[in-house]
């Protein structure tokens, strides 16, 4: 590319990685208010986040106008045509995290007023911090481009999964000791499955801050410990 | 666009719904097969599907890679422009639709010899069959570009979240009866939220086929019969 097409480029590929900003740090607040909401049973939090999901959408369609438009302008090539490439991946991830905390979020109002056995919601509130600290750190990883820090990122997903199999099997219990409580406890796997899945997209991102910048896919197979729907539980 | 290149945007676009054509094929076969495999407890089966994901993701990065080298060399507008994003977004939600099916043949494999409440298997079943039905009526809308076709999918949709929420309930009602249940209604219940997330990314496809021919969203909302984790519920 000449001079000018390269620093038109910067410019276009700038206003992509401000708009994923922008949509990683959506996404962070309606993953911490979903789960807040849960928590405390505040309906009006959970109305909030159900009604910013709009928000997540549009940024979205943004950044994918963008990116297409970037490409049949530029026809960049190699590394330039990954990051935009990669833009337009990590924003569908984006975009699938905000609908998992919509989902948490639309269970909220479900719940009404039944008495949550509190060990597990403590224990769901730990996985959505480790998801949250997730989040943050390949949102940063994208920002400087670092790719030893977003396979950190990458790894680290066994915690939550890990998290995950260990709620599955705390529920399933609480379940079986009192049918009072398979209501509320049958809403919270699904929540405790959505913050998993959004770990999930978080390790996608990773692997295309990876793909970004070394034009090739991740080679070691995925660490998994989620066993809930690939290994063994109490039955 | 001039005559030749006329040809050569409009063979790129036949390559591209080829692709689709494929993938939309594939995925048919792994719902039918994880659907198939839940009901007959085939281990055997339930692995094929696993295993098949891998072509599902690769047909997504063909179509992917087809469709940017596409709008970097043909610089699409308007109508042809939407064909090429259309691709894109319709590969996507093929992609999640196979990780759907992946995911009820994962759970097979959890579920040993449990007996299941045969009820419950029948309307799975019955799900299974009105989403496969509207996963080819949504390829076929998709091949002859027909909105009316695509929007009659898109109404439809409601009939499977209705009976997802009509065996959510089911579910509960049988874990509540008996400890024993609980391990495999759960599984069923998220065999069933599967089905029905398929269905919701097949109306995805059946807007992006509206988005393609007419340039602008699915204006009429969405309609929403799943009551699960929108609605009331048996407490």
Redesign the interface.
């Known amino acids: 590319m000449e001079e000018h097409t390269n620093r038109a480029f910067d410019a276009d590929l700038s206003a992509l990685a401000r708009k994923i900003g922008d949509m990683g740090r959506l996404d962070e607040k309606q993953i911490k208010d979903a789960v807040e909401a849960l928590e405390k049973r505040d309906a009006a939090l959970a109305r909030n986040v159900i009604q910013a999901e709009v928000q997540v959408d549009a940024l979205q369609r943004e950044i994918?106008e963008k990116a297409?438009a970037t490409?049949?302008?530029r026809?960049?090539v190699a590394v330039d045509?990954r990051e935009?490439?990669g833009a337009?991946r990590i924003s569908?991830d984006l975009e699938r995290i905000g609908d998992l905390a919509q989902?948490i979020a639309?269970?909220v109002?479900?719940l009404?007023d039944?008495f949550p056995p509190s060990p597990v919601v403590l224990q769901l509130d730990r996985m959505a911090e480790i998801v949250l600290s997730q989040l943050r750190q390949v949102l940063d990883s994208y920002e400087r481009r670092e790719v030893a820090a977003a396979l950190e990122v990458w790894r680290k997903d066994q915690e939550v999964d890990a998290l995950h199999t260990s709620i599955f099997r705390e529920l399933?219990t609480y379940?079986?000791e009192n049918?009072r409580n398979?209501?509320f406890c049958?809403h919270a796997?699904?929540c405790s499955?959505n913050v998993e899945r959004i770990g999930d997209h978080i390790t996608n991102i990773a692997e295309t801050i990876y793909y970004i910048k070394e034009g090739k896919p991740v080679s070691e197979a995925r660490p998994k410990a989620d066993m809930?729907?690939?290994?063994?539980?109490?039955?």
Chains 1, 2 share one sequence.
């Open positions: 994918e297409v490409i049949a302008r026809q960049p045509l935009i490439v337009l569908n989902n639309k269970r109002l479900l009404g039944a399933l379940m079986m049918p398979i209501t049958t796997l699904f499955k809930t729907s690939s290994g063994s539980l109490p039955s």
